[in-house]
């Protein structure tokens, strides 16, 4: 796989050929596998095989970010130093999405920017205390909802979209995607498609497969662009209890890394709470640097 040759802006103009091979997993520093190689089901970032950190892509990354700043005393109320403050959204988006074709996949977004983007996942723990975390902190999440996880109180996320957070799509009922055939693909990612669209009042615009399964299978790829969703969206870190799992040999965080976690309480976290997870990561965040951007302030959805 090549791993510098990463344009999304050449990619989108060279058609689903080139798309489907661009599609490694993190790639900004050329660390990580391509997440769909050799196909493991694992919530675990997947060991880098890749050989070599080359410092030469990082410096050209943007060093400085700007101080801290945000509302101290609400970051105190959680034991936690403030994150950086995210820089403006860009203002021309390094991902563009297209209404028809074929649909990109990525596990980071190129910038300059010292941000990275958290994404949460399934919906399993639905901890009011979260809730309150991220009305006092604000900082931006991503949702990808598991239809069968949260049906049974959709409402629990409806205040974290209120916050301006985005719901998106992560299939009916957690089937490993590359273990299906099309038709159940099909189902699974349109049935939670009208779903989700039913519930929160607006279509989701991302799919993740469960464990990154099956991502750069054309037959994946062909079932997402049916139901709704315009692009894939994989992840460079895996929030574990305490800290990450990265994919990058370096275990470092790298500009426009993408970060999963996922809805998760004291039964999975050894008795550690949504909260003190989510704040783990936070603080994981916080010493390395970045700040906590929103992923679709860089993603410029299709047309109209
Ligand atoms: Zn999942």
Redesign the pocket.
């Known amino acids: 796989m090549k791993k510098y040759g990463r344009s999304r802006t050449k990619t989108y103009a060279v058609g689903a050929l080139a798309l489907l091979a661009a599609a490694t997993g993190c790639g900004s520093s050329g660390g990580g596998t391509p997440a769909a190689a050799g196909g493991t089901p694992s919530?675990a970032a997947h060991p880098s095989g890749g050989g070599a950190q080359t410092p030469a892509a990082a410096a050209a990354t943007t060093p400085a970010a700007p101080p801290a700043a945000g509302d101290p005393a609400a970051w105190a109320k959680w034991n936690l130093k403030p994150l950086a403050p995210a820089p403006a959204a860009p203002a021309d988006k390094p991902i563009k999405l297209e209404r028809t074709g074929t649909v990109p996949v990525f596990s980071d977004v190129k910038t300059a920017d010292k941000v990275v983007f958290i994404t949460i996942?399934?919906g399993a723990e639905k901890d009011p205390k979260f809730v309150e975390m991220l009305t006092d902190l604000k900082v931006p999440v991503s949702m990808f909802l598991?239809r069968d996880i949260v049906k049974d109180n959709y409402g629990y996320f409806k205040p974290l979209q209120a916050l301006g957070n985005h719901i998106h799509n992560?299939t009916v009922d957690?089937a490993q995607m590359s273990k299906v055939p099309p038709e159940k693909q099909k189902s699974e990612i349109c049935d939670a498609q009208s779903a989700l669209t039913q519930q929160y009042g607006t279509a989701p615009l991302l799919f993740r497969p469960?464990y990154g399964d099956g991502a750069n299978t054309p037959a994946l790829n062909g079932s997402v662009q049916q139901c709704g969703p315009r692009a894939i969206v994989l992840w460079c870190e895996s929030m574990q209890i305490h800290d990450m799992q990265y994919q990058a040999a370096d275990k470092k965080l790298k500009p426009g890394d993408i970060v999963l976690a996922h809805f998760r309480g004291p039964k999975d976290l050894k008795g550690e709470t949504m909260t003190q997870m989510f704040g783990e990561m936070l603080a994981r965040i916080q010493e390395q640097g970045f700040a906590v951007a929103r992923l679709e302030d860089y993603i410029q959805a299709p047309p109209a």
Do not use: E, R
Request: proline share 14%; glycine share 0%; aromatic share 0%.
């Open positions: 919530t996942d399934d598991t992560h957690h469960p």
